[in-house]
Nanobody, 126 residues
Framework: QVQLQESGGGSVQPGGSLTLSCEFSGLGDYCAGWFRQYPGKEREGVASVDNFASASYSASVKGRFTIFRDNAKNTLYLQMNSLEPEDTAMYYC??????????????????????WGRGTQVAVSS
């Protein structure tokens, strides 16, 4: 059983940076990722990374966000730079029951991810 717990959310001004953390257990070599959800909307994929550090990003965050995992610390990270008001959302970490992340295709399908944390809120405003 995989367990995930996010932290690190908060308020930041446009152009600022924030790093989210997700402590995990039972992840093994499974694919892990970050999703976000706007009020009244479906969850959308942000980034995913496999156990070989191969990462994929949605077009809206590519070049601004970086996903990485530290298996020694059992932690998944999402470093977010150049934040925009449109990045304001609830952020969730998630994992698939597979080492294969499937690139941006599976990022577009939250149903491909089995385990979910409870989320951490990010707010970007001046």
């Amino acid at each position: 059983q995989v367990q995930l717990q996010e932290s690190g959310g908060g308020s930041v001004q446009p152009g600022g940076s924030l790093t989210l953390s997700c402590e995990f257990s039972g992840l093994g070599d499974y694919c892990a990722g970050w999703f976000r959800q706007y009020p009244g909307k479906e969850r959308e994929g942000v980034a995913s990374v496999d156990n070989f550090a191969s990462a994929s990003y949605s077009a809206s965050v590519k070049g601004r966000f970086t996903i990485f995992r530290d298996n020694a610390k059992n932690t998944l990270y999402l470093q977010m730079n150049s934040l925009e008001p449109e990045d304001t959302a609830m952020y969730y970490c998630a994992s698939r029951e597979s080492p294969y992340c499937g690139g941006v295709y599976f990022l577009s399908q939250s149903s491909q991810f089995t385990y979910w944390g409870r989320g951490t809120q990010v707010a970007v405003s001046s």
